[in-house]
């Protein structure tokens, strides 16, 4: 069975611009969660999909926003960039059943978005 | 909410020996699931090994195995005949029982000597 997907797996942006990262769920998963890591803050949850649907959300800005196809292929956008935006950001998937805490979440290779 | 503090920043480990990696967890969820990650420095998050909250055995996965003590709230990470190719980060992680975000440590970076 393939892994997660994520592309681009580089992208380089400057201040201002907005961005639009991809993420392929393994087949048969249908959430999708999305993470950001930082050497500063470590790793930090965005938000879940699932069904098509916003489940969870952390906290973050409205400059972060996401959705999620019929298919469970999922995408996130930042808008008007800056620089505290540069990270690797994960893209997870799982079955997305009821039972959360019984699910694993497996990663993708990241995206490592570098903004000018 | 729930909350994974590991607090060993960096660790090594002698090629061939055992190494345990420090978690300890808090939150006020009764069933909740315990997860530990490797990143290698290529980024990808590799999952480990996944121990719930009812599980009476400790979990394990070939060379890996998790200590869980409940009442202490820990659950550690154990791996046993270290490699050189363990050398990466290793990510304590835990979901609480209302839904499927984790909350993730800050890592422990482990290092493995010839």
């Known amino acids: 069975k393939a892994g997660v997907t994520q592309t681009p797996r580089y992208l380089i942006k400057t201040r201002g611009q907005q961005v639009t990262l991809s993420c392929s769920p393994i087949?048969?998963?249908?959430?999708v969660s999305w993470y950001q890591q930082t050497p500063g803050q470590g790793l930090q949850f965005l938000f879940e999909?699932?069904?098509?649907?916003?489940?969870n959300k952390g906290n973050f800005p409205g400059r972060f926003s996401g959705r999620q196809f019929s298919n469970s292929r999922s995408e996130m956008n930042v808008s008007t960039l800056e620089l505290g935006d540069s990270a690797l950001y994960l893209c997870a998937s799982s079955l997305g059943g009821t039972s959360g805490y019984r699910e694993t979440q497996y990663f993708g290779p990241g995206t490592r978005l570098l903004v000018l | 909410a729930q909350k994974i503090t590991q607090t060993q920043p960096g660790m090594f480990v002698q090629e061939k020996e055992a190494v345990t990696l420090d978690c300890t967890y808090d939150t006020s969820d009764q069933s909740y699931g315990l997860f530990w990650y490797k990143q290698p420095s290529s980024g990808e998050m590799i999952f480990l090994i996944y121990q719930g909250s009812y599980d009476e055995q400790n979990a394990t996965e070939g060379r890996y195995s998790l200590n869980f003590q409940k009442a202490r709230k820990s659950a550690n990470l154990v791996i046993s005949a270290s490699q050189l190719g363990d050398s990466a980060m290793y990510f304590c992680?835990?979901?609480?029982?209302?839904?499927?975000?984790?909350?993730f440590g800050t890592g422990t970076s482990l290092t493995v000597i010839p």
């Open positions: 087949s048969g998963h249908r959430s």
């Open positions: 999909y699932f069904s098509e649907t916003q489940r």
């Open positions: 992680a835990m979901t609480g029982n209302t839904g499927n975000q984790f909350y």
